[in-house]
């Protein structure tokens, strides 16, 4: 089993039609057509939502998205129309909503890597090879790879698995100019970030994209769009580089913190059974939010208020 602990019921707003209830982000479309995305303080871990939600949350994973967002722009163009609060809608949606252009979403998940670990490092021990793409002997857990590297994954539904594909099987779903397309994108939004957290003392060792078609007119060239969150630590490893050491699990900017209370004795949840995982105690929320704030204001160079 697996899924939300607590399904929340969607929130009613006039002239909202509420489309989906996600691991974090509701999703509404307004009287416009367009869409209206409003980011949660909601906790996902072992593929369960967790019961306990992290205060900020859903704002900081906003607000440094716009500010990645801002920094993009002449790679690709990105899916947000306005930050306004839609009217109506309730004052706790300040700074968690985006008002959005409505795409035609391919349904991949752009991954990059430009390092080893996670479901790459277990591939590469089993094959040398992640998403099917070979890798030089002698890496482990932690490696910097030779050269960034596309390595998409198929998207699942709330409570299961992403699932790693070849690059020739997104070709073969979307076709071979989407998938090229996605691809370059990939990789030039990775390598551009990257460079940015490195000058910032943050190693951004992966990350996970989504891209959609903006509607054009018949017979135009489809123009793609980056849309969701994008190089948050719940969709990106974020190492603090003076303490990057290959060989070893790397301390990390995100929800390890809840990781490792859950697999803990303290928590008293075995993640092989059917049960629901525990709400989590007021320490690890706190060091969690802790985590969120410090990444966010080590990356912007802003201060979090």
């Known amino acids: 089993m697996s899924g939300f602990v607590e399904k929340p019921e969607p929130v009613q707003v006039p002239g909202l039609t509420h489309l989906h209830t996600g691991k974090v ?13 409003v980011a949660s303080d ?28 801002d920094r993009l722009t002449d790679l690709v163009p990105n899916h947000v129309l306005s930050t306004e609060l839609p009217a109506g809608a309730p004052a706790d ?14 349904p991949v998940e752009c991954v990059a890597r430009g390092y080893l670990t996670g479901s790459g490092l277990v591939e590469y021990k089993e094959s040398r090879t992640v998403c099917g793409l070979a ?13 960034p590297i596309f390595t998409p994954a198929t998207k699942a539904a709330v409570g299961d698995h992403d699932e790693n594909v070849p690059y020739e099987e997104v070709a073969r779903q979307a076709g071979a100019e989407t998938a090229a397309l996605l691809r370059q994108a990939t990789l030039a939004v990775y390598s551009r970030a990257r460079d940015i957290a490195r000058e910032r003392g943050i190693i951004l060792a992966d990350t996970k994209f989504e891209f959609g ?29 003076d303490q990057w050491q290959p060989g ?37 929320v706190a060091a969690t939010r802790a985590k969120y704030l410090e990444a ?8 979090w208020a």
């Open 25 to 37: 982000r509701d999703l509404y479309r307004n009287e416009a057509g367009d869409l209206v995305m």
């Open 42 to 69: 909601r906790m996902s871990a072992y593929d369960w939502v967790l019961p306990t939600e992290i205060p900020d949350k859903g704002r900081v994973l906003t607000r440094l998205s716009l500010w990645w967002f």
């Open 93 to 106: 949606w300040a700074g968690r909503t985006l008002i959005c252009q409505s795409l035609d979403m391919v």
């Open 135 to 147: 890798l030089p002997e002698g890496l482990t857990d932690g490696s910097e790879l030779p050269a």
């Open 213 to 241: 078609f903006a509607p054009g007119a018949e017979g135009e060239q489809r123009q793609l769009v980056l849309a969701d969150e994008v190089l948050t630590p719940d969709s990106s490893r974020f190492w603090p580089a």
């Open 248 to 284: 070893r699990a790397q301390p990390s900017y995100d929800k390890q913190f809840v990781r490792d209370w859950l697999t803990s004795p303290a928590s008293g949840w075995d993640r092989t059974s059917e049960q629901p995982p525990p709400a989590l105690p007021e320490e690890v």
């Open 296 to 303: 966010y204001e080590l990356l912007t160079g802003e201060k």
